[in-house]
């Protein structure tokens, strides 16, 4: 497989939480929630999966699964900067230009999600990749803690397209106004790895700032960022509710 086809899958994960201590290693079903994150990143196919973390029990309980970690300094303000020190560490020759960052509290992502963040790349113009889902419920179109994505549809084989768009803004108020779709953004990203450094460079952005949205640094330095659309918004996993239904929601597949 060539390299432009495959990126280096990162998952970043820290034990510090204020509503869910330690929930990395939070028990679904025998195996710790960062596991099921793993092994879903890695049924995505698009690459080596590495988990990159501060801690040696989720390193080591990763390892026990059968999947890699690499141990990071403890003192980085997001994921972005983490799994860019991680990727330094694990390719420090460059062989990888893609990298994709998958969040460690998400053990209901698709597989079929990740390779949709990874998608975008494709074209040579995009710099950052994410996906979104299109928003069904009522409550969630004013709900600031979903964030909504203002985008245009790329015009694909001549036609614009409802599952492939170019993002313009990222929001917590209802945006944009008027008939139409609103879009669910779901924080998985993929970057070219030049992308990843000059964003962990920069500093926090005033747009950054006020919306506390850290993806807006990248469209106020000029990045593009595209999005695939998806079928689904996978669980955020960041209270004891979120557990209980993760573990619901996994007895299903099981």
Excluded: C
């Amino acid at each position: 497989m060539s390299v432009k086809r495959e990126a280096l899958v990162m998952v970043p994960a820290r034990m510090a939480s204020t509503r869910l201590p330690g929930k990395p290693l939070a028990d679904i079903h025998g195996e710790p929630m960062i596991v099921h994150v793993w092994r879903r990143a890695a049924e995505a196919g698009i690459g080596p999966v590495f988990v990159a973390t501060d801690d040696k029990d989720i390193a080591a309980a990763v390892r026990r699964a059968g999947g890699e970690a690499v141990l990071t300094r403890a003192d980085h303000e997001n994921g972005s900067s983490r799994i860019h020190e991680a990727v330094g560490l694990v390719d420090p020759g460059g062989r990888y230009d893609l990298v994709v960052n998958v969040q460690g509290d998400l053990p209901t992502v698709e597989p079929s999600s990740v390779a949709a963040a990874f998608a975008p790349l494709a074209d040579p113009a995009v710099d950052i990749g994410t996906i979104a889902a299109v928003i069904t419920e009522e409550a969630d179109k004013t709900n600031d803690s979903v964030v909504k994505i203002v985008a245009s549809p790329k015009t694909v084989e001549g036609m614009l397209s409802e599952r492939q768009l170019r993002a313009l803004y990222f929001t917590r108020a209802t945006a944009p106004w008027g008939a139409g779709p609103l879009y669910h953004h779901i924080g998985l990203y993929a970057y070219r790895r030049a992308v990843l450094e000059r964003y962990v460079a920069l500093p926090p952005s005033p747009l950054e700032r006020r919306e506390r949205l850290e993806q807006l640094r990248a469209l106020e330095a000029g990045m593009r960022i595209d999005v695939e659309v998806v079928d689904a918004v996978p669980l955020g996993v960041d209270t004891p509710a979120d557990l209980e239904r993760a573990r619901l929601l996994l007895s299903r597949k099981t």
